[in-house]
C-alpha cells in the first residue's frame, strides 16, 4: 500500500511561485509514474504534469514553461516547482502514483492564487 503527502500549498500573489513535494512510502517508488493533478470546484481531476520512472515528462499546454516536475527516488518525493502562477491555476492538487496495476492517491493540498 503505497502512502502519498503532499506538502506545499499556499497562497501566492499572481506571478509568484510555490515548490510542492509528495513524499511516498510503502512502495518501490522508482517503478512508479508520479503524476500531479489539480482539481477546482465544479470541474474534473486534471492532470497537470507526470514524469515515468524513466524520466520521461508530460506536462498539461496551459502549464508549459512555468512549472517543472521532478523526483527524487532517493528521497521517495515528487517535486512540482511553480512559477509565475496564474488565478486559474488555483486548486487542490493531488499527488497520484501509478504502476501498470493501480493507482494511489495523497490527500491534496490547497494552492490559491491571488490576482
Known amino acids: 500500500q503505497v502512502q502519498l503527502v503532499e506538502s506545499g500549498g499556499d497562497l501566492v500573489q499572481a506571478g509568484g511561485s510555490l515548490r510542492l513535494s509528495c513524499a511516498a512510502s510503502g512502495g518501490a517508488f522508482s517503478i512508479y509514474t508520479m503524476g500531479w493533478y489539480r482539481q477546482t470546484p465544479g470541474k474534473q481531476r486534471e492532470l497537470v504534469a507526470a514524469?515515468?520512472?524513466?524520466?520521461?515528462?508530460n506536462y498539461a499546454d496551459s502549464v508549459k514553461g512555468r512549472f517543472t516536475i521532478s523526483r527524487d527516488n532517493a528521497k521517495n518525493t515528487v517535486y512540482l516547482q511553480m512559477n509565475s502562477l496564474k488565478p486559474e491555476d488555483t486548486g487542490v492538487y493531488y499527488c497520484n502514483a501509478k504502476n501498470p496495476f493501480r493507482g494511489y492517491w495523497g490527500q491534496g493540498t490547497q494552492v490559491t492564487v491571488s490576482s
Open positions: 514524469i515515468t520512472s524513466g524520466g520521461s515528462i
